[in-house]
């Protein structure tokens, strides 16, 4: 958390101390003796679970290097890629991340609007600009650099990702097509700039502090965003907040905004768009070669 790439409080809770929690507690009850030992006894507590025992096995290493390194450990404690590649198992199969069309959106949102206005603000938020949902925390009112000092929304969160990070950044809409073929243009930004856009509060009445967490745990209880979730697995895909995200990229690729316009407006590089971002659905693939014959 104060070095490397200096980790939030959340990622240190969900990647590494659950595995460092249980791999002290063995070494101080004397059932490992050495880096492989550790390692195996350490995973049989999630045994079944692919995701949990790869985040053990990069937990347990960084542990037993940083012993080894700063604390004199003997090198017997090191976790080889040979250990890992031996006590790890298979592979979590990968699973395709969820997009949600526009109608499947704003029926969302339209559901959660009879309900909880300010909720609905928020998914409206996610879902034009694509944000990562803890961005939400990092926005204010700003201005274009154009002639006309447009109204926008400046976000001045910094992603920390592969030793650096990403920029801060002006926020993009990418309008959401109603059934007749026309934009729905959603006044968030002027209502940022007027100060009146409502937010969920907490219990104390304050604006509540929005991230992935709280999101998902709203989400989970609205029973549209159940029932999408059951259409998305029949699609056989994985629906999660960070699917807003994905559905804003594969909508700029639908309506042809350039790479590296998109990459830019969502904050990363080419290589995280290409590597983790959904350019394409089957839709969206059989409309193009229709349309190129």
């Known amino acids: 958390m104060t070095g490397r790439n200096e980790i939030l409080a959340s990622s240190w809770k969900a ?14 009850g004397g059932a490992a003796n050495d880096g492989h030992e550790l390692l195996k006894a350490t995973l049989l507590k999630w045994s079944g679970k692919p995701a949990a025992r790869a985040a053990c096995c990069i937990a347990l290493r960084n542990l037993t ?10 090198r017997s404690w090191q976790i080889t890629p040979a250990d890992i590649k031996t006590l790890k198992g298979r592979a979590p199969k990968r699973r395709k991340k969820a997009t ?5 959106l704003q029926y969302l949102i339209n559901g959660i609007e009879k309900r909880n206005p300010r909720w609905a603000t928020v998914i409206r938020i996610l879902a034009l600009f694509g944000l990562r949902p803890i961005e939400l925390q990092h926005l204010k009112p700003s201005h274009r650099s154009d002639a006309e000092r447009t109204p926008s929304i400046w976000c001045s969160y910094e992603k920390t990702c592969g030793g650096g990070k990403t920029d801060p950044r002006m926020l993009e809409p990418c309008w959401l097509i109603d059934t007749n073929g026309t934009p729905i243009k959603w006044d968030i930004i002027e209502q940022m700039h007027t100060g009146t856009l409502e937010l969920p509060l907490g219990n104390d009445g304050e604006p509540r502090k929005l991230n992935g967490h709280y999101v998902e745990l709203f989400l989970k209880h609205q029973p549209e965003w159940v029932e999408l979730k059951k259409v998305c697995e029949e699609r056989g ?3 999660r907040p960070y699917s807003f995200r994905d559905t804003f990229s594969l909508r700029c690729h639908r309506q042809k905004i350039e790479l590296g316009a998109i990459c830019n407006a969502m904050g990363h590089n080419l290589e995280a768009h290409a590597r983790a971002y959904r350019w394409a659905s089957e839709a969206t693939t059989s409309a193009a070669f229709a349309a190129a014959f």
């Not at 590494?16 to 070494?27: D, F, K, Q």
């Not at 290097?65 to 003997?74: C, G, M, S, V």
């Not at 949600?100 to 499947?104: G, M, N, T, Y």
Request: hydrophobic residues 40%.
């Open 237 to 239: 895909e994985w629906l």
């Open 15 to 28: 990647n590494y101390e659950p595995y460092v929690t249980e791999a002290v507690g063995l070494i101080e």
């Open 100 to 104: 949600l069309s526009d109608h499947e």
């Open 65 to 74: 290097d940083h012993a080894i390194a700063r604390h004199n450990a003997a």
